[in-house]
């Protein structure tokens, strides 16, 4: 009998289920900070609450006080969730688009997806431009979408070129920031004192704006595309082994890529039309989930996931916590925070392979 028709040694057996109950653990740890993150973000504003007040408040509305009630559940549960909601979906869009380029630094923020929905988006609030004029009342988030829909499907084409490598579709991505970054600056120069305050305000990136009905579609995003990529889940892990060995497994590597790249682009666009730019949480979450879950879609995946929700809402309660009485734009701690991050993976991925 050959070794591949052996069972598992019985220490094999018992060090992968270790590991595995170890990975559950994190990622239990990491639903815990969230909600204690979460907490301590709805207890935070110009009237603090005591935690245990405000969990009885979440849990039990009818017994808490009218003030509080409305205090917490129609001004600060909204911000809070779509800390979760928009972190969760751009830290999903980086992991994936680091998974299916083998870069580190991919991201839709520094491979101009970002850039390219902000683009959008201001083309709706500064000229009026609807991209798909049926949907008039959605325009904005529909104009986000479209914008890095065409930045991602640009990418996609360039990517399958002969001769082009990871560093050249890097390359590639920061032109693109540039780009629509230049764009930007062009609308804003011509925009009306009103329009320019909204859209400067906008690409700070704030959470002050957040309805429930934004927690429900970046929610809705996020329910969707995260069934669909677990589906993939092996021939995402696959992939990491190099596009030859995972096409030789059976892996329709193209066709991935090109799916990937719509879901990521649906991703990044939806939150940053809502929210504005927020930089880094897609290079730091994933980068952050890989340390402690590894290259494992079925943990890699939900650990993405948990770890972007977990920053963006700690960094919620930073922007309430840094200035008593104000709330800084979330986009400038993200930035303040995100690039010496970033500057780190840069030389450390210049001294090895990732």
Not at 42 to 53: E, M, T
Not at 92 to 121: E, V
Not at 189 to 196: C, I, P, R, V
């Amino acid at each position: 009998m050959s070794d591949l028709t052996q069972p598992m040694p019985r220490e094999s057996a018992f060090s992968y289920h270790r590991l595995v109950l170890r990975r559950l653990f994190v990622l239990s740890g990491l639903t815990v900070l969230l909600c204690l993150s979460v907490a301590i973000d709805i207890s935070l504003g110009p009237a603090r609450y005591a935690l245990p007040d405000v969990v009885r408040t979440v849990l039990f509305p009818s017994e808490a006080a009218l003030q509080m009630r409305v205090v917490v559940w129609d001004i600060r549960m909204p911000i809070a969730l779509l800390a979760v909601t928009v972190g969760g979906c751009l830290s999903l869009a980086g992991a994936q688009m680091q998974t299916i380029l083998a870069n580190p630094l991919a991201s839709p923020f520094t491979l101009g997806l970002s850039a390219a929905a902000s683009f959008g988006a201001a083309l709706a609030m500064v000229l009026g431009v609807a991209l798909v004029p049926a949907a008039l009342a959605l325009m904005v988030p529909i104009n986000a979408f479209a914008m890095a829909m065409v930045a991602a499907l640009l990418i996609f084409a360039l990517s399958g070129m002969r001769g082009v490598t990871t560093e050249t579709i890097v390359l590639l991505g920061i032109a693109l920031v540039f780009t629509f970054n230049a764009a930007l600056a062009l609308l804003q120069y011509f925009a009306s004192e009103q329009a320019l305050a909204a859209v400067v305000f906008w690409t700070m990136g704030s959470l002050t704006k957040a309805t429930w009905g934004k927690v429900a579609v970046t929610a809705l995003i996020l329910a969707v595309c995260t069934p669909l990529f677990a589906r993939r889940a092996w021939a995402l892990t696959a992939i990491r082994l190099g596009e030859t060995r995972a096409a030789a497994m059976g892996v329709p590597v193209r066709r991935l890529r090109l799916e990937t790249l719509l879901l990521v682009s649906l991703l990044a666009a939806v939150p940053v039309s809502f929210v504005g730019t927020i930089g880094f949480i897609g290079i730091v979450g994933p980068h952050i989930a890989r340390l402690l879950l590894g290259e494992d879609q079925r943990f890699f995946l939900p650990g993405s996931i948990l770890s972007g929700a977990l920053i963006l809402s700690a960094t919620s309660v930073l922007s309430k916590a840094m200035l008593p009485g104000a709330v800084l734009p979330i986009g400038i701690i993200t930035a303040l925070v995100g690039v010496p991050f970033f500057a780190t993976l840069i030389f450390t991925h210049g001294r090895r392979q990732w």
